[in-house]
């Protein structure tokens, strides 16, 4: 049973040069008919999860603000039909400044909207047109302003890390941002994806990352600053004052079942891996041709399913209980894991256990991609 469910919206105005989502920039974008085509995705998806609780909603994207609220509202009102609502049920939805505006908020928040995380990326103007958004700092901050006025729960995204960006530029960034009085701020690393126009420009010398010590240094400026001002990391790159974490990315990393619907979005539903059409225009056709926009639906092994369990678990700052994983799947994530590259890492003080948890440290979380690579990857081999 369903307990999250995520909803993509696959269009924006531009697409930025460090973005691997699925996202598309159309001239002409029919509502209605993604309307339809997103409540009859949303029906055979709720069929096939089964009833029960719902926890969470989330309008991801591309970018859902551009969506009109009217569809918003229809989506919340069918997920109704299909499940019940927790009494506190989060709906988050991603906006973009540049598609903000008062009357657009106040009707996503009727809609039944509650929370909003905003990309603001920068609080610099020069940093903003390098990463290739629409918004200037002023327009990204009176966003915010009308998004802190409509909703009781805000967020917004930022991007550190930027090439030729020191500790005091972010440190001042930073406290900035943490003055505005959030509760919830998501600090990504600039990462050079694959297929994006920035690793176009890496290989072609247009633009050099940002070496990796500078980032380490960066990464624990940002630890140390958001823990002081109360909003620890819960998880690698989401920091939140207690109680304000994100329930619906929570059930991702904690590997809860969540239905996914939309263009390219991924679902988990009693052990299969679900997968929608991504080309927004393959999706509106599966839509006519089948009446949902599911491309694939695989089987998953209790040992895939641990896998992926570990694999995102251990971002969150409270770990992997690996006894109940092993209950939940009937198969022992030890199994999984290279006993020798645990010792090691735990005398390098990099994970650590607690209980039946285990836990990345902080020291080990700036290394988490290679660390998780070592622990899992190499239990696999030597299962």
Known sequence: MARALYIHWPFCARKCPYCDFNSHVRANVEQEQWRDA??????FEAG???????????????????????????????????WSFAENIEITLEANPSSVESARFADLASAGVNRVSLGLQALDDAALRDLGRLHDVA??????????????????????????????????????????????????????????????D??????????????????????????????PAYEISNHARPGEQSRHNLAYWRYADYAGIGPGAHGRRAGLA???????????????????????????????QVIEALLMGLRLAEGVDLAALGRRFGFAPEA????????????????????????????????????????????????
Not at 175 to 193: D, K, M, N, P, V
Request: charged share 20%; hydrophobic share 45%; glycine share 10%.
């Open 336 to 383: 999984l894991i290279d006993p020798a590259k645990l010792v090691l890492h735990r005398k390098l003080g990099l994970v650590r256990s607690q209980g039946s948890r285990l836990i990345v440290t902080d020291a080990g979380m700036p290394l988490l991609d290679g660390l998780l690579g070592d622990l899992v990857a190499a239990g696999l081999v030597a299962a």
């Open 38 to 43: 997103l409540l009859s995705d949303l029906a």
């Open 274 to 304: 679900t997968l929608r059409h991504k080309k927004p225009e393959n999706f509106l056709a599966a839509i006519a041709r089948q009446g949902h926009g599911l491309a694939e639906a695989t089987p998953l092994s209790p040992s895939d």
């Open 202 to 231: 890496v290989r072609d010398g247009r633009l050099v990352p940002l070496a990796e010590d500078p980032s380490a240094d960066l990464f624990a400026l940002t630890r140390a600053m958001t823990g002081a001002a109360g909003l």
């Open 48 to 82: 096939q999860a089964g009833g029960g609780e719902l926890e969470s909603i989330f309008f991801g994207g591309g970018t859902p603000s551009l969506m009109p609220p009217a569809t918003v509202a229809a989506l919340i009102d069918a997920a109704a039909q299909h």
């Open 139 to 200: 327009e990204g901050l009176a966003a915010l302003t009308v998004a802190q006025r409509h909703f009781a729960r805000v967020s917004f995204d930022l991007i550190y890390a930027r090439p030729g960006q020191d500790c005091a530029a972010w440190e001042a960034e930073l406290a900035r941002a943490l003055s505005f009085g959030t509760g919830h701020l998501s600090l990504y690393q600039l990462t050079i994806e694959p297929g994006t126009r920035y690793a176009s």
